[in-house]
Antibody
């Protein structure tokens, strides 16, 4: 069974940093694109970042470029999101997900982890 | 960037009724459209990919259709567990969601 378990969320002050982790199991992690999606309280879904199987390609939503970095460790089946210079608007539940890509524009996220809550507040 | 617009924002129906949810893309996306279901306190769950293919384990009462810019998620006969929020997705873009609530 595919499992994704996020950790690392919490309360952080504006301008602070936090590192989220996602532990993967039940599939060949090193063969899979991985992604982070967030959801602010009571709001919709927003894609944040993704990373290629070997870590050689990384993409980010404009609002986090230069502040967030996505990493992966294929030896440990682990996906991380380093978040710096955090802002109130970064407050959200952060989900990691396995990204399926069958063609250039055919992509979806399945499954998702249970999420970890990040709250940016003084 | 493609913008996905879902309608209605809220849909109030009773168990046993048919639900029709819409997702419109700002430009043509062929059949590259995905649907998710999200229940309160839970992660989204994949329902439909490539506009009309049900994901593993998804009941047959869920169906997707459409191509180009207009897409529909249909639930043929609502079960109590179907009341949730539904999102469409194309690449890295999500619609704003449709809340399906009990009437």
């Amino acid at each position: 069974e595919v499992q994704l378990v996020e950790s690392g969320g919490g309360l952080v002050q504006p301008g602070g940093s936090l590192r989220l982790s996602c532990a993967a199991s039940g599939f060949t992690f090193s063969n899979s694109w991985m992604t982070w999606v967030r959801q602010a309280p009571g709001k919709g879904l927003e894609w944040v970042a993704n990373i290629r199987q070997d870590g050689g390609e990384k993409y980010y939503v404009d609002s986090v470029k230069g502040r967030f970095t996505i990493y992966r460790d294929n030896a440990k089946n682990s996906l991380d999101l380093q978040m710096n210079s955090l802002r109130a608007e970064d407050s959200a539940v952060y989900y990691c997900a396995l990204q399926k890509i069958t063609a250039v524009t055919h992509t979806w996220f399945d499954p998702w982890g249970q999420g970890t809550l990040v709250t940016v507040s003084s | 960037e493609i913008v996905l617009t879902q309608s209605p924002a809220t849909l109030s129906l009773s168990p046993g009724e048919r639900a029709t949810l819409s997702c419109r893309a700002s430009q043509g996306v062929s059949n590259n459209l995905v649907w998710y279901q999200q229940k309160p306190g839970q992660a989204p769950r994949l329902l439909i990919y490539d506009a009309s293919n049900r994901a593993t384990g998804i009941p047959a009462r869920f169906s997707g259709s459409g191509s180009g810019t207009d897409f529909t998620l249909t639930i043929s006969s609502l079960e109590p567990e179907d009341f949730a929020v539904y999102y469409c997705q194309h690449r890295q873009s999500f619609g704003q969601g449709t809340k399906l609530e009990i009437k």
